[in-house]
Each structure stands twice: as structure tokens, then as C-alpha cells.
T-cell receptor, first 114, second 112 residues
């Protein structure tokens, strides 16, 4: 079974530029999560999708971050404009259902904002 | 708000020694607790999941205990190997909001 795929793996941009990350969850998984992991910290949930609807985006900085899940499968996370403090690893995870299922994580995208 | 703390932040041991990693959480209203492993440049891999009604879970050389009332979990890794070098993260699923709250992790180095 293929795991969660993410691209790109690394991205370096200058502040005020925009960037987009892509995630392809495990086939058949209804729930998709985006996490932000700042160096030295645990992952923090940014947004959770159930199929193509948003379940929780309470910690998403909506003035600069946006996310969508196309047809309930792939998802993109966008930052526009980026700030220095957005430097982090962005992890995508998926699970078969919502709630307390085990989440399966992708390799992450490491973003550096200069 | 759930706060998850992991102590120590880093640990270095010689090969063969047993590892003891600690995790504490502030809100005992949890559904389950998971231990993850994270290798540099990689995502998280789930090691063990303990339901709130369970006291411990075992998988090979790994054993995790849970004391929900005191808000503590411990991960034991027996007879450590250099391949066990990684960051270990503890995460709890809240039973009120179903969110996964993570600790900052313990970075383990096993010296050959």
C-alpha cells in the first residue's frame, strides 16, 4: 500500500513570496490533516478535512494560509505572503475515518523563508 | 488546552542499555495515546497506540505504559541499538475535541 505522498520535499523562498505544497493521501482515506512542525517542537494541527469539507481550521492563520482538498482526494496548502516565522516542516497525514483513528504521515516539506 | 511535555529533550546512551522516555499530559480526558518515531527528514511513524482503558502495550523491544489518572506515559526500549537513534514523539487524542496534541519529542542517540 502506497503511503502519503508530499511534494516538494524542500523549498526555499524569500519573505513575502508565495508557496504551495501538495499532498496525496493513502487511497480511500477520508480524513486529511496538515500540520506545521517548527524546529524543536511537536507538530501543530493547521487544518483537518473530512472528504472535501473542512472539519477544523481553528489554528490556520487565515490571513496568509489557505488550503483546499480537491474532490476529496489530493490537497494543497498555500502560504501568501510568507513570513520568516513560517519556516518549518509541513506534514500531511491521512486516516481512514475521522476522530481517533491512527494517522499516517507523509515525509513532509521543509520550508525555509529567507 | 492539552499540554504535552516530554522529558528529557535529548538522551545519549551506549548500545545495549535500556531506554526510558517520559511523557506527561495535563488533561486526563483522553481517548488514546500514541508514541511516534521521527527520523531526520522523514515523517512520523506510529510505534504504539494505547487506548485510555489500557495500562500498557508491547511490540517487540518496545513497551509503553499509561497512567491516565496521573497524566503520564512511559516508553521503554529494551537493549537499545544504533538503529534506535531518532526522535520519539508522544501524542494524545483528546476525548472532547479528538485533536492530536504532540509533545516536542525526545531525541535519542545510541552510541555503538
Amino acid at each position: 500500500e502506497a503511503g502519503v505522498a508530499q511534494s516538494p520535499r524542500y523549498k526555499i523562498i524569500e519573505k513575502r513570496q508565495s508557496v504551495a505544497f501538495w499532498c496525496n493521501p493513502i487511497s480511500g482515506h477520508a480524513t486529511l490533516y496538515w500540520y506545521q512542525q517548527i524546529l524543536g517542537q511537536g507538530p501543530k494541527l493547521l487544518i483537518q478535512f473530512q472528504n472535501n469539507g473542512v472539519v477544523d481550521d481553528s489554528q490556520l492563520p487565515k490571513d496568509r494560509f489557505s488550503a483546499e482538498r480537491l474532490k476529496g482526494v489530493d490537497s494543497t496548502l498555500k502560504i501568501q505572503p510568507a513570513k520568516l516565522e513560517d519556516s518549518a516542516v509541513y506534514l500531511c497525514a491521512s486516516s481512514p475515518f475521522a476522530g481517533t483513528d491512527t494517522q499516517y504521515f507523509g515525509p513532509g516539506t521543509r520550508l525555509t523563508v529567507l | 488546552k492539552q499540554e504535552v511535555t516530554q522529558i528529557p529533550a535529548a538522551l545519549s546512551v551506549p548500545e545495549g542499555e535500556n531506554l526510558v522516555l517520559n511523557c506527561s499530559f495535563t488533561d486526563s480526558a483522553i481517548y488514546n495515546l500514541q508514541w511516534f518515531r521521527q527520523d531526520p527528514g522523514k515523517g512520523l511513524t506510529s510505534l504504539l497506540l494505547i487506548q485510555s482503558s489500557q495500562r500498557e502495550q508491547t511490540s517487540g523491544r518496545l513497551n509503553a505504559s499509561l497512567d491516565k489518572s496521573s497524566g503520564r506515559s512511559t516508553l521503554y526500549i529494551a537493549a537499545s541499538q544504533p538503529g534506535d537513534s531518532a526522535t520519539y514523539l508522544c501524542a494524545v487524542h483528546g476525548s472532547n475535541d479528538y485533536k492530536l496534541s504532540f509533545g516536542a519529542g525526545t531525541t535519542v542517540t545510541v552510541r555503538a
